[in-house]
């Protein structure tokens, strides 16, 4: 049972334009929330996080967004840029229970020039 | 800057061969894990450790085997190596204190003929 869901396998946009990739979760437990970035053949980095006492978070062009009575988080990347083009993951912290990273299935974004 | 390696970064072996893939830190983190990741896929938790003699198993049932002698170095083992295991093989760390982000290697990438 997927408890970290991305439910858009691939997203498409123009460079300059905004990007928003989208990710929920089941659990209610989960404290923490992270968003890796992950190029072919190269190991994820990370990019951005947030705790669940937050319902937003800035670093530059990327901002999260979490929403906990809907169990959703979004990350922003605006303007986009295409070396943004990569595999995007959304990452949960289930600290109370096993103290474990419960990955979703990742979000391919393009990023037209 | 992360400094965690892994090598080989791809392997391509024959059925019934025993490999060893090899994931260092260079940063002291006390915990170390291996995910298994296929395209499309989410990273899933193979084996995990929080420090020296200490590695259990992770939630995604594993062939594999882990050790951990040295703090640095998280060796992944495959006694036989079957088709069913090709996948990229990540290796991640994390440091003590509140940070939950996880560093992670290069990966590697395993193909099983």
């Known amino acids: 049972d997927q408890q970290v869901k991305q439910n858009s396998p691939s997203l498409s946009v123009q460079e300059g334009r905004i990007s928003i990739l989208n990710c929920d979760y089941t659990n209610s437990m989960f404290d923490y929330f992270l968003w890796y970035k992950k190029y072919p053949a190269e190991g994820p980095t990370f990019l951005i996080s947030i705790s669940s006492i937050k319902d937003k978070n800035e670093d530059g062009r990327f901002t999260v967004f979490l929403n906990k009575s809907a169990k959703h988080l979004s990350l922003h990347i605006v303007p986009s840029q295409p070396g943004d083009s990569a595999v995007y993951f959304c990452?949960?912290?289930?600290?109370?229970?096993?103290?474990?990273?419960?990955f979703g299935t990742g979000t391919l974004l393009a990023v037209q020039p | 800057e992360a400094d965690i390696y892994q090598t080989p970064r791809y392997l391509v072996i024959g059925t019934g061969k025993k490999i060893t893939l090899e994931c260092s830190q260079t940063m002291g983190h006390d915990k170390m894990y291996w995910y298994q990741q296929d395209p499309g896929m989410e990273l899933h938790l193979i084996h995990y450790s929080y420090g020296v003699n200490s590695t259990e198993k992770g939630d995604l049932s594993s062939e594999s085997t882990v050790s951990r002698i040295r703090t640095e170095h998280f060796p992944l083992t495959l006694e036989s190596a079957r088709p069913s295991h090709t996948s990229q093989y990540l290796c991640a760390s994390r440091g003590a204190g509140d940070s939950y982000e996880q560093y992670f290697g290069p990966g590697t990438r395993l193909t099983v003929t």
């Open positions: 990452a949960a912290w289930n600290g109370g229970a096993t103290n474990k990273l419960i």
